[in-house]
């Protein structure tokens, strides 16, 4: 029990400090911009690359994470962000930001696959309970950290302040991390460069499967509710990176008070921080529900069904009604991400787990990126309250989506020579 709790709470502060490094540069964003003469367009650019980066790189690090341990891929990833941190508040150029802010974004993307497959793997008692409490640490480092950099600045004068504090602390980190110790995990070594993306010798990557049959190739499985999950990590991730976007500039268009202010982007921005702050509350209801119900299926589709009003409210309200619509959303919508997390784990296999989730975090975060392309053209065009509009379509899609998991859960692709076949698992 003891090392279960370990692994819960280095795999959440992973998880609290991952969030954190990508949300400094949106509070950032205008001191760069003035200091180093960036246009928004150069800065939108680089925070596009490196945040699809942070998606595509789920899918190797799920592998290595398979194959060489998942807890010696978040060490790695821990020191990679913190140094990719320090190099960020340390460059002198637009070439220089660019490529290092590439690089966190890289490093960053090692956390989900990596962090969320050691939970699955080494924590037995109370699982969803975990996974929630691995969604709230996230959610607190999404609200924290544009108020850490704004201090930052405040304290020092400098944007480049805020990321070498975060390099800092990174660094204290990640030696928690390097001494930490996990049965059954191999740990990283800084003085065995050769050892760091190699098999491991402790354990930590399931077993490989049985050799196969030199006459017939061993059959590939994939289980349909599987499948089904990734198409809801296509439509949730729109909704995620739509709603973080462009929640300030709802409010500031939408209500009064925020609008009439004399600072009226300080003024959204803590609204938006409030209200996104809620969603600590639905990421431990999201993890914590899934250990007491029979059919955990049946949590994404709860959660789809109330977001779809909620959004739905939050693009045709003003002032009062818009902020309560946007606190049920928040509410409630953050309890999909340790759900969803719960039902990967329950649909892989354990030697599987990372790429599982590699898949899962590639289309949520990669694939979610383009709702700021999107919801951008929607806001220039027609408003930003349309951008809610339709993301209460795609909530009402991923709904339906949801709804099939339950009923095809007892069936799987068979891949066997060139076309695959549906089967009933037990026929």
């Not at 821990?78 to 290092?100: H, Q």
């Amino acid at each position: 029990m003891q090392s279960e709790t370990k692994v819960v709470w280095l795999v959440s502060l992973s998880h609290f400090i991952t969030h954190g490094y990508m949300t400094v540069l949106p509070a950032v964003l205008i001191a760069i911009a003035t200091e180093q003469s960036i246009s928004f367009v150069e800065l939108g650019m680089i925070a596009n690359i490196g945040y699809f980066l942070y998606g595509l790189g789920a899918f190797p690090a799920g592998y290595l994470a398979d194959r060489c341990g998942s807890k010696k891929m978040i060490t790695i990833g821990a020191l990679g962000m913190a140094l990719s941190s320090l190099l960020i508040g340390l460059s002198n150029s637009t070439l220089t930001f660019g490529l290092t802010y590439t690089l966190l974004g890289i490093f960053a993307s090692i956390h989900h696959p990596a962090g969320v497959s050691l939970i699955a793997r080494r924590v037995a008692v109370n699982k969803g309970k975990a996974l929630g409490l691995h969604g709230v640490m996230g959610n607190i480092g999404l609200i924290l950290s544009p108020l850490c950099a704004a201090f930052c600045i405040m304290l020092f004068g400098s944007w480049r302040s805020a990321y070498i504090a975060y390099g800092l602390f990174g660094l204290v980190f990640f030696f928690v991390l390097y001494s930490a110790r996990v049965e059954g995990e191999e740990n990283f070594s800084l003085t065995r460069p050769a050892t760091w993306f190699t098999k491991s010798r402790s354990g930590s990557a399931a077993p490989a499967p049985a050799a196969a049959s030199a006459v017939s190739p061993m059959p590939f499985y994939i289980s349909v509710a599987l499948l089904i999950l990734y198409m809801g990590s296509i439509l949730s991730g729109f909704i995620f990176r739509g709603s973080l976007t462009f929640l300030p500039a709802l409010f500031q268009q939408n209500i009064t008070a925020i609008t009439n202010h004399d600072q009226p982007v300080v003024m959204a921005g803590y609204a938006a921080t409030a209200v996104l702050s809620l969603g600590l509350i639905g990421a431990w209801f999201g993890g914590y529900i899934n250990d007491k119900i029979k059919y955990p299926e049946l949590v994404p589709i709860g959660i789809f069904l109330l977001s779809a009003p909620a959004l739905y409210f939050a693009s045709r309200l003003t002032d009062t009604g818009l902020i309560i619509a946007a606190c049920l959303f928040s509410l409630i919508y953050y309890g999909w991400q340790p759900s969803q997390n719960y039902l990967i784990a329950k649909y892989t296999k354990k030697s599987s787990h990372g790429m599982g989730f590699g898949v899962s975090f590639f289309l949520i975060f990669g694939m979610g990126s383009l709702a700021t392309t999107v919801g951008g053209w929607l806001a220039d065009n027609y408003g930003v309250d349309r951008i809610y509009l339709l993301m209460a379509i795609i909530a009402g899609c991923a709904m339906l989506v949801a709804l099939a998991v339950l009923p095809l859960r007892a069936y799987a692709l068979r891949f066997e020579g060139k076309t695959p076949k549906v089967f009933r698992r037990g026929d």
